[in-house]
């Protein structure tokens, strides 16, 4: 089989990105190599060899990502808090960001506590606080909702993916959901309608625009579920949100009637991300 020198095959794809005025980084060639050869990101780069075939998916790879489609979109993969996650354009790709949040939840759950992962998407926080909490002997039971068929169907796979058993609801929010859960995780739409446009180009051509904006207000799907969470929690149940820069006030005065113990949550770039908040006895 035909053997190419490492170097030889980055330069080579590199030549293709700046016939388009743009450069192939070194990160994403190597995390392409990473990715194809199942090997850590530090041993990619010590690769030296690689065969015929891993060049031919590398020359596919650079394909999709010359049109600026994200590299997580590229493999069908994103790591979020270590565990590997499928990810395409059905689902929005988990943030490094958004991982800030799951320690607290996992410090704050107690055994056997029913979690739901509402607007789950790719599953990615209610897997992690699953499989971190197995890590302190706190086993959860996870349910996944989502209004998106395709965004559900990507939650099955990740679960199945990281060992993880739940349950699935194809739901508009609450409509198909019955239960009561110690711990709700949402992750809802909050862009504005007049902010889409200005989004970076990735996202706004690439993620799905159905899991991004929310209306005029960005608030509008809080203004939903806030009302519903009350019938949905246990006694003294809580709820996590992630929401969009400046909304944390708003979201606190929807709260303020059937909440206590509200709480704002940095995420790991040092800016107001979360909410939590304590049902009301």
Same mark, same amino acid.
């Given at each position: ?105 996992? @410090?704050? +759950?107690? /055994?056997?506590?029913?979690? *739901?992962? %509402?607007? !789950? =998407?790719?599953?990615? #926080? ?74 970076? @180009?990735? +996202?706004? /051509?690439?993620?799905?625009? *159905?899991? %991004?904006? !929310? =209306?005029?207000?960005? #608030? ?62």
């Amino acid at each position: 089989m035909k053997v190419i020198n490492i170097n030889q095959c980055y330069l080579y794809l590199n030549k293709k990105f700046n016939k388009k005025g743009l450069e192939l980084s070194k990160h994403d060639f190597y995390t392409m190599v990473s990715h194809l050869l199942n090997v850590s990101f530090l041993n990619a780069k010590m690769v030296t060899l690689i065969n015929g075939n891993v060049f031919n998916k590398l020359k596919k790879y650079s394909k999709k990502l010359i049109t600026g489609m994200p590299i997580q979109y590229v493999l069908n993969s994103a790591n979020f808090c270590g565990f590997d996650m499928y990810v395409d354009s059905s689902v929005l790709i988990p943030r490094f960001d958004s991982e800030a949040l799951i320690p607290i939840i996992v @410090k704050e +759950v107690l /055994d056997n506590d029913n979690v *739901l992962d %509402l607007c !789950s =998407g790719s599953g990615a #926080l209610g897997i992690a606080t699953v499989k971190l909490a197995e890590e302190q002997n706190k086993f959860l039971n996870l349910t996944c909702a989502d209004i998106s068929e395709k965004a559900l169907n990507i939650s099955k796979k990740n679960c199945y993916k990281n060992y993880v058993n739940a349950k699935f609801v194809l739901s508009d929010l609450f409509d198909k959901i019955d239960e009561k859960f110690d711990v709700i995780i949402c992750n809802p739409p909050y862009v504005k309608n007049s902010e889409y446009e200005g989004l970076d @180009k990735m +996202v706004k /051509d690439f993620e799905p625009k *159905l899991a %991004l904006v !929310s =209306g005029d207000s960005g #608030l509008e799907f809080y203004e939903k579920i806030i009302p519903q969470l009350k019938d949905h929690l246990t006694y003294r149940g809580k709820i996590y949100f992630e929401y969009g820069l400046h909304q944390e006030n708003d979201i606190k005065k929807l709260l303020i009637k059937d909440f206590r113990c509200i709480k704002i949550i940095k995420d790991n770039s040092g800016n107001n991300r979360f909410i939590s908040a304590v049902k009301r006895d």
